[in-house]
C-alpha cells in the first residue's frame, strides 16, 4: 500500500457504553496489479486486523490491560 490515514472517532452513548467509528483511507500501488492484490488478500486482512485493534481496545478500557495476544491458528 502506498500512504495511508487511520481516523477514530469516539461518542459516548452512556455512562457504560461508547460507539466507536474508525475512518480507513489508503492509497493502492501497482495499478490494476494492485487493485487485485487488494480484493484477494488485502481487504480481509485489514478487516481482521481492524477487529483485533478493536477488541484490544475493549480489552483495555475495560480492564486497563495493555495488548492482547490473539490465539494464533493451527
Avoid: C
Amino acid at each position: 500500500m502506498g500512504e495511508s490515514l487511520s481516523r477514530w472517532k469516539l461518542k459516548e452513548l452512556d455512562r457504560y457504553r461508547t460507539y466507536v467509528e474508525v475512518e480507513l483511507a489508503y492509497d493502492l500501488r501497482f495499478g490494476i496489479l494492485g487493485s487485485a492484490l487488494h480484493k484477494l488478500m488485502m481487504k480481509n486482512k485489514l478487516v481482521s486486523t481492524l477487529d483485533e485493534s478493536l477488541l484490544a481496545l475493549k480489552l483495555h478500557v475495560e480492564t486497563e490491560i495493555v495488548g492482547l495476544k490473539m490465539a494464533q491458528p493451527a
